[in-house]
């Protein structure tokens, strides 16, 4: 039986997934936190016509003709205007920010004015208005963020000036992330024979905070079913339970056998992708079941690709369906295989925009340290041709550029 595409795994892992319900949370909590609702304007900005400058509102023909002589009649300050008008032969001093007062069309700034006695006198002409109309930033009621949008300091610093104290975010979606194997200890440990440490949990949590989920860490199951039934058990309230190892053939993969005893409904377990042919993906009920590969790289690119998308429609995040970006080749590529190929890529921007990308010296899927230096994953479809320097490839940005 052939194997299923990415695509198709794709689309299977994210179909019926909806946004989760929204919530409200401080505008001082809501940083990386996705937008529920479109978010409209409380206020007019700036609410009064404002100076840009530090100088003198005056009457523009008062100073079409120079040297021009005003009679000084008071100052307009930031939080504390001008109460009075501007009428004929007369000047206002005004700071940046500060209510332009009535009668008044135009700032001189104050390195073309002289004020001396009561006296101001403009000597050089104005070539800008230097007023910040009113509402030209924004109006009230105007919709200037919407629902799907992460909130990053532009976006929070934008709700802050419209005046929201308080945002409406979707709920965070959990995830329960299980570690297998008798083999698999935790960081700091003393190793024993034939152990090695679990690094895959750190970069799959690590990796879920910053798509926006909350990971929970249910631990490491040994290799018997009741380990693993006992342990997934205490995630259940988790929207996508992650478990690592145990998918592939062989008697000591349980994840998927021991999980139909909860009564998971197994969609596939293989797809043709390289590195993470064994994908299992099911259901327990409402929750979703991603079952990665053991190995390091395997895990963390199979979860950029799958558990990524999957907690970017829990969210709503606007664009989330965006096709990859493309990079510029630093070298040639031999042809593909029968399974499509995420490779480690580092990359660079040249002066001309172009962003070119160079495959990590070895793909093996176990070696952490090369995926540490890789900064994206260049992606070749099956069976694809050789590629020559200088051609284009899709790839998947690891770290958010």
Same mark, same amino acid.
């Given at each position: &039986? ?27 909590a809501a940083s990386g936190r996705v937008l529920a609702d479109d978010l409209a304007a409380r206020l007019t900005q700036p609410p009064f016509d404002a100076s840009a400058m530090d100088g003198y509102a005056v009457r523009a023909e008062?100073?079409?003709? $120079? ?21 004929? @032969? ?21 390195? +073309? ?27 009230? @009621?105007?919709?200037?963020? /919407?629902?799907?949008?992460? !909130?990053?300091?532009?976006?929070? *610093? !934008?709700?802050?000036?419209? +005046?929201?104290?308080? $945002? ?35 970069? $799959? ?10 990971? &929970?860490? !249910? ?8 380990s693993l039934v006992t342990l997934a058990r205490s995630g259940s309230a988790a929207d996508i339970l992650l478990t690592i190892g145990g998918a592939s053939v062989g008697e000591r993969d349980l994840v998927a056998s021991a999980l ?10 293989? /797809?043709? *992708? ?16 991603? =079952?990665?590969?053991? +190995?390091?790289?395997?895990? %963390? ?9 999957? $907690?970017?429609? *829990? ?13 510029? %080749? ?6 593909? @295989? ?14 001309? =925009? ?40 899709? /790839?998947?940005?690891?770290? @958010?550029?």
């Open positions: &039986m052939a194997l299923l595409t990415v695509a198709e795994a794709l689309a299977r892992v994210t179909h019926g997934i909806s946004p989760l319900d929204g919530e409200r949370v401080a505008l001082d008062d100073v079409a003709a $120079l040297p021009a002589t005003l009679r000084l009649i008071g100052g307009s300050l930031a939080g504390a205007g001008f109460g009075g008008s501007v009428g004929r @032969g007369e000047a206002v001093r005004i700071f940046t920010g500060a209510p332009v007062p009535q009668g008044a069309d135009t700032i001189v700034i104050q390195e +073309n004015a002289e004020e001396a006695h009561g006296v101001v006198t403009v000597r050089e002409a104005t070539t800008d208005r230097h007023i910040r109309p009113r509402g030209q930033d924004f109006t009230e @009621g105007e919709k200037l963020l /919407i629902a799907g949008a992460r !909130l990053g300091p532009r976006q929070l *610093m !934008l709700a802050a000036a419209m +005046n929201h104290a308080e $945002l409406p975010v979707r709920r965070k979606p959990k995830v329960a992330i299980l570690a297998t194997g008798d083999e698999v200890i935790p960081p700091g440990s003393e190793l024993g024979k034939d152990q090695i440490v679990s690094s895959v949990p750190y970069g $799959l949590a690590a990796l879920t905070e910053k798509a926006g989920g909350e990971a &929970m860490s !249910l631990g490491i199951a040994k290799d018997d079913p009741e139909k005893s909860e009564g998971l409904e197994l969609d596939f377990w293989k /797809i043709a *992708m390289r590195p993470g042919k064994p994908l299992l993906f099911g259901r327990l009920g409402s929750q979703r079941v991603l =079952g990665l590969p053991g +190995n390091p790289v395997s895990a %963390l690119v199979c979860a950029h690709v799958f558990l990524v998308p999957m $907690l970017e429609r *829990m969210l709503g995040v606007a664009g989330a369906a965006r096709p990859y970006p493309e990079a510029v %080749l630093g070298e040639a590529l031999e042809p593909n @295989g029968p399974r499509e190929h995420y490779m480690g890529g580092i990359s660079e921007w040249r002066e001309d =925009g172009q962003r070119v990308v160079l495959p990590l010296p070895s793909q093996d899927s176990s070696l952490v340290a090369g995926l540490a230096r890789a900064d994206c994953l260049i992606v070749r479809a099956a069976y694809a041709p050789p590629l020559a320097h200088g051609k284009r490839v899709r /790839i998947v940005p690891l770290d @958010g550029d």
